[in-house]
């Protein structure tokens, strides 16, 4: 079959996201130290650590939901430019809305699953795929020759999008009555709608099955190796996360605690005692994404 055009990196292996110091805080909470992170392109980076460790904050910063008030973040667009996703001084930090960090190339998937569950499979991703499109909205309305062909350019693109995460099957039914793991597969489709660079995905075998976890853990190596699309991907599975990792990342307690091969981060004596410890107190709230 032929793979869905999304931007395929000119140049694997250059820099695509730069993370410096990045340091987040909820009043007295330290969500995120001095976090330092580095992306290649065509990377699969896996970012790991216990419940609370920051990581869903971390994207959070990436795209735009929260503002962290020290660091840095530089993400290198198609065009080879680089946008700070972080900017100005102390107390007047801003960052780009998530619609302007999702058209830089950022596009991610949720802790909590977030589709629109009375609209179909189809008419989900449907939705991302347009955002791509240049109608206005008048345009639309009159129906003018340029709207009529982005509609036909969108059913195409949600088209080979669905049959590329295997869903074209399901494409009339309501995203709630699908399975958790067909929900998840129909997120990371809808992601994938807009054309990122890099895709963020948090926690995507949450609540799956050994099969689907399976299907997921060939989706995210053919997203990376036939869309060249990047991937920054949080996981408690460490089953998955040896499998397609080419890196990881180890984050407690908003700090890095290490990084490096996942042959050598599982056996880094800092991350087992920081997966030790946390298994005494956690309480298996692993799925409550805390809201802004
Ligand atoms: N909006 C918020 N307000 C207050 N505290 C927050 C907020 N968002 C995150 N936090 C806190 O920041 C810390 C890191 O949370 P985060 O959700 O990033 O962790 P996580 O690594 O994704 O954990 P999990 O594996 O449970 O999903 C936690 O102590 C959390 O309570
Ligand atoms: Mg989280």
């Known amino acids: 079959m032929t793979a869905p055009t999304v931007n395929r990196p000119a140049d694997a292996g250059e820099t695509l996201l730069t993370v410096e110091k990045l340091t987040l805080r909820f009043g007295g909470l330290t969500s ?8 290649r392109q065509g990377e699969i980076l896996a970012v790991i650590g216990p419940n609370g460790a920051g990581k869903t904050s971390l994207f959070n910063c990436l795209t735009g939901v929260y ?17 700070q996703l972080v900017s100005g001084p102390a107390r007047r930090r801003r960052s780009p ?27 989900n991703v449907k939705i991302a795929a347009e955002t791509r499109q240049h109608t206005g909205p008048v345009g639309a309305m009159l129906g003018l020759p340029n709207a009529r062909r982005n509609e036909k350019t969108s059913d195409a693109h949600t088209e080979e999008l669905l049959r590329f995460v295997g869903l074209e099957a399901v494409e009339n039914e309501l995203a709630s009555s699908l399975s958790y793991g067909v929900q998840r597969r129909l997120e990371i489709a809808r992601a994938l709608a807009t054309g990122p660079r890099l895709l963020l995905l948090d926690e995507p075998a ?5 099969t689907e976890k399976h299907e997921l853990e060939q989706l995210i190596r053919r997203i990376n190796a036939e869309l060249g699309v990047t991937v920054l991907l949080i996981e408690h599975d460490m ?31 800092a991350v ?17 994404e805390p809201q802004p």
């Open 67 to 83: 503002v962290p008030q020290e660091g840095a973040i530089g993400f290198v667009k198609a065009d080879g430019s680089t946008v």
């Open 32 to 39: 995120l130290n001095e976090v330092d992170l580095t992306l």
């Open 97 to 123: 809305k998530p619609h302007a960090v999702n058209k830089a190339g950022i596009a991610r998937t949720f802790q909590n699953i977030r589709l629109f569950p009375a609209l179909s499979a189809f008419e």
């Open 272 to 288: 087992i005692e920081a997966y030790l410890g946390s298994a005494e107190e956690d309480t298996g709230g692993a799925d409550e």
């Open 206 to 210: 949450a609540g799956t099955n050994p």
């Open 239 to 269: 089953k998955l996360v040896m499998s397609v990792a080419d890196r990881v990342t180890v984050l407690n307690f908003g700090k890095v605690i290490a990084e490096g091969s996942p042959e050598v981060v599982q056996r880094d004596p």
